[in-house]
């Protein structure tokens, strides 16, 4: 019989057992993984940037997996789907006039919080603030490492040289 594929794009899934997660430079035969899975799950835009920028660190071992990490997030407002850009866009709310960003989310628990520790290798969940910009699209995110954060004897330039290797 035909062997069925099932790709949820939902967020259902993503940190489910016996879902691949479909971000191939995640890990050593990650691709593979993903080419063969019979169920893929949907990566979300917050984890896919945190786990691309810490996962290479954890993994090279210049930071630890118990670190506690605060992590700056800055997102068009496309991103919160066809309602918010219709908001943003409305010349009555004046909102894409405004000369700074409005965080959002902070007084629970974002949804995507366990994908974000879970792919970035975490074992704490970090401190996430997600802001909405007065643009359309595009992500920055921004993730301080301060010294103290890096194992001992692991310099900037190790970061800088771990992510290039790795990209």
């Known amino acids: 019989g035909l062997a069925t594929r099932v790709l949820d794009a939902s967020t259902a899934h993503r940190v489910a057992e016996g879902w691949v997660y479909p ?17 893929v799950s949907n990566p979300g835009c917050w984890p896919t940037c945190t786990a691309l920028l810490l996962r290479p660190l954890l993994d090279a071992a210049l930071i630890a997996p118990d670190t506690l990490l605060s992590i700056h997030g800055l997102s068009g407002y496309s991103g919160g789907g066809r309602a ?3 908001r943003w866009q409305d010349p009555q ?9 409005a965080p959002y989310a902070l007084e629970r628990r974002h949804k995507h919080m366990p994908e974000m520790t879970r792919y ?3 074992e704490h969940e970090p401190h996430f603030v997600p802001s909405v910009g007065p643009f359309l699209c595009g ?5 301080p490492l301060h010294a103290a ?9 190790a970061v800088f040289e771990t ?3 790795r990209y």
């Open 23 to 39: 971000l191939p430079e995640l890990l050593a035969g990650q691709r593979e993984a993903i080419a063969s899975a019979r169920r």
């Open 84 to 86: 918010k850009i219709e």
């Open 93 to 101: 709310g004046g909102l894409v006039a405004l000369p700074y960003e």
């Open 120 to 122: 970035a290798g975490l």
């Open 139 to 143: 992500m920055r995110v921004e993730i």
């Open 149 to 157: 954060l890096l194992r001992r004897g692991a310099s900037e330039k």
């Open 163 to 165: 992510l290039s290797e």
